[in-house]
């Protein structure tokens, strides 16, 4: 029997930069961050939801050779990465609180279908769309 998701990863192209975005700005905390040579584990998880992580994983050896690295990299650069969801009590106000740090936005909170959302992305490209749920 399974009990469901524990990790689901990002490739970022820093980790440093990945893990001081997701602690410094989104207000997450580091769950695991441990190396064995080149490689590093580095989770982060939500403070209001500690049965899952997010995986800040660099593309590259033991993984992936150097071109596949690359490819990667230019693809999440890119933003062609599905979008994760981020859900918010008061979208306009996270967004001013984020945007006030220094978060990129691609878009600014909108009213759809009786919910609010907005779309940013982290330091690699990743996008995310915040929602505030209908009330």
Known sequence: MTQGVSVMGLYVRDQDEALAFYVDKL?????????????RWLTVQHPEQLS??????RPGPPVHDANTAQTLNEVVAKGAMPPLVLMVDDCRAAYERLSALG???TQAPVDR???VDAGFRDPSGNGWKMIEPKA
């Open 27 to 39: 207000g997450f905390i580091v769950h695991t961050d441990v190396g064995n040579g080149d490689y």
């Open 52 to 57: 899952f992580q997010l995986g800040l994983f």
């Open 103 to 105: 978060v990129e936005f």
């Open 113 to 115: 279908y009786g919910a």
